[in-house]
T-cell receptor, first 118, second 113 residues
Framework: DTAVSQTPKYLVTQMGNDKSIKCEQN?????MYWYKQDSKKFLKIMFS???????INETVPNRFSPKSPDKAHLNLHINSLELGDSAVYFCASSQELGQGLTSNEKLFFGSGTQLSVL | DQQVKQNSPSLSVQEGRISILNCDYT??????FLWYKKYPAEGPTFLIS?????DKNEDGRFTVFLNKSAKHLSLHIVPSQPGDSAVYFCAASKDNYGQNFVFGPGTRLSVLP
């Protein structure tokens, strides 16, 4: 009964490949996110998305694209993988974009996907 | 430009003693702060938060102190337990909207039995 689950946990691939990471949340939340934890361990937001609005961090290359088939899922597609894309990617969810977060509406994170590009 | 800094990558504390994790920020517009805890192979989980209208928030063994003039907050854990061993992330935001949180690099706490 994991609240936010993402697959795969580990992903090893060659440069130039296209890959996807899947994320599902069973919390009934309206907003989902993708974060990247870089080599310096900073967690940086890549996207936030609900059924009304996609907010993209302007530093994210357009090789990265979120795809949401429904509000419980937000998958991350990465085209033409590069060495620098190697990182841990975390999916997260919260109650609703634009409503602010209270202590009851904090971010819930998945367990992460470690991507290694060779 | 690291807007949220956690200058101690690691900290070791004896069981039963106090753990103090520090966080500094540079953006004076930040007014909502959170601490997240992360075990290996798991995602971060929310621990405690504080808004700028307060200077202290307490939840059981965990207390967060905020000093806005110094742009500094700290997390106190007392008494520390071995199960507290984890990486602790400080996060800050200008509002409390999830997409605007800026995270620090984390401090790895080891509580020694």
């Amino acid at each position: 009964d994991t609240a936010v689950s993402q697959t795969p946990k580990y992903l090893v691939t060659q440069m130039g490949n296209d890959k996807s990471i899947k994320c599902e949340q069973n919390l009934g939340h309206d907003t989902m996110y993708w974060y990247k934890q870089d080599s310096k361990k900073f967690l940086k937001i890549m996207f936030s998305y609900n059924n009304k609005e996609l907010i993209i961090n302007e530093t994210v290359p357009n090789r990265f694209s979120p795809k949401s088939p429904d509000k419980a899922h937000l998958n991350l597609h990465i085209n033409s993988l590069e060495l620098g894309d190697s990182a841990v990617y975390f999916c997260a969810s919260s109650q609703e974009l634009g409503q602010g977060l209270t202590s009851n509406e904090k971010l819930f994170f998945g367990s992460g996907t470690q991507l290694s590009v060779l | 430009d690291q807007q949220v800094k956690q200058n101690s990558p690691s900290l070791s504390v004896q069981e039963g003693r106090i753990s103090i994790l520090n966080c500094d920020y540079t953006n004076s517009m930040f007014d909502y702060f959170l601490w997240y805890k992360k075990y290996p192979a798991e995602g971060p989980t929310f621990l405690i938060s504080i808004s700028s209208i307060k200077d202290k928030n307490e939840d059981g063994r965990f207390t967060v102190f905020l000093n806005k003039s110094a742009k500094h907050l700290s997390l106190h854990i007392v008494p520390s337990q071995p199960g507290d061993s984890a990486v602790y992330f400080c996060a800050a935001s200008k509002d409390n909207y999830g997409q605007n949180f800026v995270f620090g690099p984390g401090t790895r706490l080891s509580v020694l039995p």
